[in-house]
């Protein structure tokens, strides 16, 4: 089950859109369950707006963060900062602008935000979808590279980006778990 800040809709707020770039930044290295945990207590604490970080010191959005158990407190809270210190337009940016000017943001999680937030079609290539990838036998260095062949094998399929992204997401997560559970 999808976050709520994290599915696609047709009309962001500019408060959403926010919202959504903060969970983004915090969608790095770590379970998708504890991004939501973390989001959720930020969110709680009025910590999900640029507005409500510019309130804190890097040392207490850390302190935040590692409270919340976040995996990486002290660079995730350097990344917030800078997001709320940035003068980027959500509406209107880029995908290359985005990873540009967010340290924190590359090109996975531009995607991520972009796809969500403005439908536009990018592939979001996380840990599952690049293994998935090269079950497939693609191996590529850049992250365009690996994008275009997942644009072809989607298209292949007759399916959206977005709809074999969450397939394979919402699959190798369910396989985890259960692999998880059969080692206990």
Same mark, same amino acid.
């Given at each position: 089950?999808?976050?709520?800040?994290?599915?696609?809709?047709?009309?962001?707020?500019?408060?959403?859109?926010?919202?959504?770039?903060?969970?983004?930044?915090?969608?790095?290295?770590?379970?998708?369950?504890?991004?939501?945990?973390?989001?959720?207590?930020?969110?709680? #604490?009025?910590?999900?707006?640029?507005?409500?970080?510019?309130?804190?010191?890097?040392?207490?959005?850390?302190?935040?963060?590692? %409270?919340?158990?976040?995996?990486?407190?002290?660079?995730?809270? %350097?990344?917030?900062?800078?997001?709320?210190?940035?003068?980027?337009?959500?509406?209107?940016?880029?995908?290359?602008?985005?990873?540009? #000017?967010?340290?924190?943001?590359?090109?996975?999680?531009?995607?991520?935000?972009?796809?969500?937030?403005?439908?536009?079609?990018?592939?979001?290539?996380?840990?599952?979808?690049?293994?998935?990838? %090269?079950?497939?036998?693609?191996?590529?260095? !850049?992250?365009?590279?690996?994008?275009?062949?997942?644009? !072809?094998?989607?298209?292949?399929?007759?399916?959206?980006?977005?709809?074999?992204?969450?397939?394979?997401?919402?699959?190798?997560?369910?396989?985890?778990?259960?692999?998880?559970?059969?080692?206990?």
């Amino acid at each position: 089950m999808l976050h709520p800040i994290d599915q696609k809709k047709p009309n962001w707020s500019d408060e959403d859109l926010e919202r959504m770039m903060i969970f983004c930044i915090l969608d790095r290295a770590q379970s998708y369950e504890n991004v939501c945990k973390v989001f959720d207590h930020l969110n709680r #604490n009025l910590l999900t707006s640029r507005k409500g970080l510019k309130l804190l010191s890097v040392d207490d959005l850390e302190r935040e963060l590692r %409270k919340a158990g976040h995996r990486f407190p002290n660079q995730t809270a %350097k990344f917030l900062k800078g997001f709320a210190d940035s003068t980027i337009n959500l509406r209107t940016a880029t995908r290359d602008e985005f990873v540009k #000017n967010l340290p924190g943001i590359g090109y996975k999680l531009a995607s991520m935000f972009l796809r969500n937030t403005r439908g536009e079609e990018y592939a979001v290539l996380d840990v599952h979808v690049k293994r998935w990838l %090269k079950e497939k036998g693609v191996i590529y260095k !850049s992250y365009k590279d690996q994008e275009r062949s997942f644009i !072809s094998l989607a298209r292949m399929m007759n399916k959206t980006l977005y709809e074999l992204d969450m397939e394979i997401w919402q699959g190798r997560r369910v396989g985890n778990k259960h692999k998880s559970k059969q080692k206990n």
